[in-house]
């Protein structure tokens, strides 16, 4: 169950990560998706499976 942060526990959280901009966030999601698009279509014709 997901559960909402209060906006106080929400900045000090983000304030920890410095890396975590609102600019970064859509940048990896952006990578995230080419990574999976890329994942799902890579040959398996080559592989055995069990």
């Known amino acids: ?3 909402r942060l209060r ?3 929400w900045s000090s959280f ?6 975590l901009s609102s ?8 990578q995230w998706q080419d ?3 890329a994942f799902q ?3 398996l014709a ?3 499976f069990v």
Do not use: E, I, N, Y
Request: glycine letters at 4%.
């Open 14 to 19: 983000s304030a920890r990560r410095p890396g």
């Open 41 to 43: 279509q890579r040959d």
């Open 23 to 30: 600019a970064t966030v859509p940048w990896l999601a952006k």
């Open 35 to 37: 990574d999976h698009a």
């Open 1 to 3: 169950m997901l559960r």
């Open 7 to 9: 906006p106080r526990r």
């Open 46 to 48: 080559d592989r055995d």
